[in-house]
């Protein structure tokens, strides 16, 4: 069973606005279920909880990431060169593979964290009083590398309602297991419950997987041995990126940690949170849908520019109107999500929005040195972006508090932006398309005016700038997209209004 990888030119956009819709829709879902959640979280737990749940999190995602070895985002490109083969068999056996590595990286994550659960408890408490939760943790790590592999099979196949689905039931089973266990035990829960969400979310992948009917795979030792090492050896560029991208939002958590305590903590894991809701729904998309289709279509210099030119076109202008009402709202939202203890992430979360704005630009643009697997690129840019991140929250924590982690979180993205166009620019010969130059314009002067205005204007008058600003981007970015899709694509209010302003 597989999927067709390369649309055509007119289909493009509408697949590109399909995936999107499925991706969003289920997050939208997710924050809703996030709303209640948060909301828990804060009233039962805190700042202090929230930022011990984040730090656990940080755990388990390092622990994952050095134990899974790249193999989910290996196994993705594997799956997608397989099915654009069109050869069902080589997809059968890269998925065999994928499933029996994954069992054997789960193994190996659990005794990788159970064994150095004391050391990460004196690094990152100082104490060991967080030894047995950590303990606990290890079974969530192989609950998720467990499923990793399936959902790899699943996104390489571009099965993007099945990941839509898994999105809602991930959330819907977080909400479910996390509440009534943090009612009942606090902050002691707080280990059990993201073991049991990750085993449920596990539960629910493996079963959409099974939905994928292949031919059965007859594997020796010596083509499992043959299928891991080719896995293994694109893995370690995926594993180093993702250990370098945990590790350093794990030393970041320390940073703040030191400097404001676990209170602070807390406020940044919200603001993390918060402002990675909404465009986390077109990133996903991006990485579940954009990058199986570029794979395929990155042996073509022209096709693979013009997938990115067009990805980023359809994200910059989903993007634009939900960021501006972020960073105007931002203390209403935080009450919303959270409770007031949480006003002191409101600045934090203006900054995050700023950075988002960018990371949404480049994005779809770094996807090139990924598909074109020029591994020692991608570690080299990885490597340098972690170095900026933490060396900039280093020098500004301490001066600007909590808030300094978001202006360093801005200004590595305003550094990689020009960093990774420049290395594109060399790979493929990319140019931003004459309309993505004029949408990232007005999209980043709109920010840039909500952004000062809300720090320096009376509340009714910043309120009023962000809102007519929400409203023009919004206009703007609903009648460009109407003009991308075909029109028979499009519902009969949206094409007669189109037709008017035209």
Request: with cysteine; aromatic share 10%.
């Amino acid at each position: 069973m597989t999927y067709p990888l390369t649309p055509s030119r007119s289909q493009t956009y509408t697949q590109i606005l399909k995936s999107t819709i499925w991706m969003g829709g289920s997050s939208l879902i997710n924050v809703a279920l996030g709303i209640v959640r948060n909301k828990a979280m804060a009233i039962f737990l805190g700042p202090e909880g929230v930022g011990l749940m984040g730090l656990y999190g940080s755990i388990m995602d390092i622990a994952q990431a050095i134990a899974g070895l790249g193999v989910g985002g290996s196994g993705v490109r594997q799956v997608a060169e397989a099915a654009s083969s069109g050869d069902d068999t080589r997809v059968s056996r890269t998925a065999a593979v994928l499933r029996r590595l994954s069992v054997l990286l789960g193994l190996l994550g659990v005794l990788l964290l159970a064994g150095l659960a004391f050391p990460i408890s004196n690094l990152t408490f100082g104490d060991h009083q967080h030894v047995g939760a950590i303990f606990l943790l290890a079974l969530a790590v192989f609950f998720r590398l467990v499923s990793s592999g399936e959902s790899a099979l699943i996104q390489g196949l571009r099965g993007i309602s099945s990941l839509a689905y898994i999105n809602v039931l991930s959330g819907l089973f977080s909400t479910i297991v996390t509440i009534p266990l943090i009612y009942i035990f606090g902050r002691q829960a707080i280990a059990p419950a993201l073991v049991g969400t990750a085993a449920l979310s596990a539960l629910s992948i493996w079963w959409f997987s099974r939905q994928i009917r292949l031919p059965v795979a007859s594997l020796s030792v010596r083509q499992f041995r043959t299928e891991s090492t080719a896995l293994l050896r694109l893995g370690v560029a995926f594993m180093i990126s993702t250990l370098l991208t945990f590790g350093t939002a794990y030393l970041i958590r320390i940073i703040v940690l030191t400097d404001g305590g676990v209170e602070a903590a807390g406020l940044y894991q919200a603001a993390w949170a918060v402002g990675g809701l909404y465009t986390g729904f077109i990133l996903q998309a991006m990485g579940t849908d954009f990058y199986p289709r570029l794979t395929a279509a990155i042996g073509n210099t022209d096709d693979c520019n013009r997938l990115v030119n067009e990805q980023a076109e359809i994200s910059m202008l989903l993007a634009g109107p939900g960021l501006l009402a972020t960073l105007t709202l931002a203390p209403f939202i935080m009450s919303l999500f959270y409770s007031a203890q949480f006003q002191g992430a409101v600045e934090l979360l203006r900054w995050l929005c700023l950075g988002m704005m960018l990371r949404i630009i480049v994005w779809p643009v770094g996807f090139i040195i990924v598909a074109k697997g020029a591994q020692k690129i991608f570690l080299c840019t990885e490597v340098a972006a972690t170095i900026v991140h933490l060396g900039l929250a280093w020098i500004l924590v301490p001066k600007l508090g909590v808030s300094g982690s978001g202006v360093a979180f801005f200004g590595l993205y305003l550094w990689h932006s020009v960093l990774i166009y420049i290395i594109v620019r060399r790979l493929t010969g990319f140019r931003w398309s004459a309309a993505n130059r004029r949408h990232g314009l007005i999209m980043l002067s709109l920010s840039g005016l909500v952004f000062l205005a809300v720090g320096n204007l009376p509340l009714w008058l910043a309120l009023s700038t962000g809102s007519v600003a929400v409203i023009l981007m919004s206009l703007y970015s609903l009648r460009r997209l109407a003009r991308l899709l075909p029109p028979e694509a499009l519902p009969a209010i949206i094409r007669g209004w189109v037709a008017k302003w035209a």
